[in-house]
């Protein structure tokens, strides 16, 4: 049996019509089932729903065997033991520098400033101010990063940005992009090594399925 470690909602959506196209068909969705463990119409291969954040964790301890994960959340988890043979295209934003409209962001970073930053993508952060010599107070948030400088809880974030609608929402402005985000296959490297003629064909079927 072959396990895809997949998150609820958008990655999972996004992710069906390419299941679909390697010929492989939910028989539940996750909005409808209280089930975490879903067949599919492929007898030898079933879908494990886990929170986003985790997906790289169950996939490294082989609890799955593959796993479609965003490259921010495989940033942060560091990709240990995980083999990434292909960009699936799905889930794709940005993960931005954001701050008040009037903040003067550039002024603070040629002074060096030691800023606040509430994000909760504290490595990719910490990677981002390190690279620009810059210190940097990280407060890690799981949600609502918006409010974060509107309460004076922190000078600017770090989130995931897609229209940024929400962020001109609440008065704040992208001022620069850290990274482009879409989502990874993953696969546990013993598992592709010890099963490879069950699993490198099924790579090689998603990376004709996003061409």
Do not use: W
């Not at 964790?57 to 240990?80: F, I, K, N």
């Not at 083999?83 to 009037?102: F, K, S």
């Not at 990274?179 to 490297?189: G, I, K, M, T, Y």
């Amino acid at each position: 049996m072959i396990t895809l470690a997949l998150s609820k909602g958008r990655i999972f959506n996004e992710t069906v019509p390419l299941l679909r196209r390697v010929g492989i068909e939910p028989l539940e969705h996750p909005d409808d089932s209280r089930k975490l463990i879903l067949p599919t119409s492929r007898a030898n291969l079933r879908l494990l729903v886990v929170r986003a954040s985790d997906v790289p964790t169950y996939v490294q301890y082989g609890a799955a065997d593959m796993g479609v994960a965003g490259s921010d959340v495989l940033t942060e988890h560091g990709g240990e033991g995980l083999y990434q043979p292909v960009d699936l295209g799905i889930g794709r934003c940005r993960m931005c520098l954001a701050a008040p409209e009037g903040f003067d962001l550039q002024a603070q970073l040629r002074r060096g400033s030691r800023l606040s930053v509430a994000t909760k993508y504290v490595e990719t952060t910490r990677q981002f101010f390190a690279a620009r010599g810059m210190h940097a107070d990280l407060i890690k948030l799981y949600g609502s990063m918006e409010l974060a400088p509107l309460v004076g809880l922190a000078d600017v974030i770090v989130d995931l940005v897609s229209t940024g609608a929400t962020l001109k929402a609440n008065g704040l402005k992208a001022f620069e992009t850290i990274a482009e985000v879409s989502s990874r296959l993953v696969v546990n490297q013993a598992a592709l090594k010890l099963r490879h003629e069950e699993i490198d064909p099924l790579v090689k079927a998603f990376a004709e399925a996003v061409v």
